[in-house]
């Protein structure tokens, strides 16, 4: 009998477990974010109507930040130069006198195997490339490409890739991929993606001196080994 009561007792327990996490599993798929649609330097409040992320009013700080658990991703709204990433993670987004300011993000939920990261640079560029984007500063960081030499110096484990993109002279994109766990004797090594949208910040006259329009000439892999980005994010 006493038996029998302690079965029923943990019975009633796990059923408690059960509905509180089914409880939780209905608020966090119906709170969660999926879209922040923006443009830059468009007033924070037409961000928020036209998103369906959880985003919180201007930030006193200057730099609004989140962590999605199923992620959210980014539609940059501009009718020339619009794209959209895959869902992030991590993203954020600065604000500059009440205005939409740069946004940085990770387009993905976790670090990512090297296939599956090529897979999300090369949409993007795509992307890119179909609304008007044009690579830039070519020479010195050449265009991530899904090649031999490309993977060797991935795969690598120490090897690290950025390249530089314009809108004109309206925006700028920097792209960087890179190992989560640096080592070379890794044999399952993940990569992070992180994608920076903003009004030019690196000068012009730097940036054209190597932009080519034949993407057939760029190099098939960097030049340089170390993982210091050459150049500064854009100012918050």
Not at 220 to 233: E, I, M, T
Request: charged fraction near 25%.
């Amino acid at each position: 009998m006493n038996f029998r009561r302690w079965i029923d007792g943990w019975r009633f327990i796990l059923l408690i477990v059960l509905a509180v996490t089914l409880l939780r599993w209905c608020i966090d798929s119906t709170l969660d974010d999926f879209e922040i649609s923006l443009n830059i330097n468009e007033p924070w409040e037409d961000m928020l109507q036209r998103s369906n992320a959880a985003i919180g009013p201007i930030p006193s700080g200057k730099v609004w930040s989140n962590k999605s658990r199923s992620g959210v991703c980014l539609r940059f709204n501009d009718p020339d130069y619009g794209f959209v990433t895959p869902l992030a993670r991590y993203f954020t987004i600065t604000s500059k006198n009440g205005r939409v300011g740069a946004v940085r993000l990770s387009p993905q939920i976790e670090p990512l195997p090297l296939d599956d990261a090529l897979k999300v640079v090369l949409g993007l560029h795509d992307q890119w490339r179909k609304k008007g984007w044009v690579a830039a500063k070519v020479l010195d960081d050449p265009v991530i490409a899904d090649t031999p030499e490309w993977r060797a110096w991935l795969r690598d484990g120490t090897g690290y890739a950025m390249s530089f993109w314009l809108a004109g002279d309206r925006y700028q994109l920097m792209l960087d991929l890179e190992p989560f766990n640096r080592s070379r004797h890794r044999t399952d090594q993940r990569y992070l993606i992180f994608v920076t949208l903003a009004e030019p910040w690196l000068p012009f006259e730097y940036a054209e001196h190597a932009r080519i329009k034949d993407h057939s000439i760029t190099p098939v892999f960097p030049s340089k080994s170390d993982g210091a980005p050459p150049c500064q994010l854009p100012p918050s």
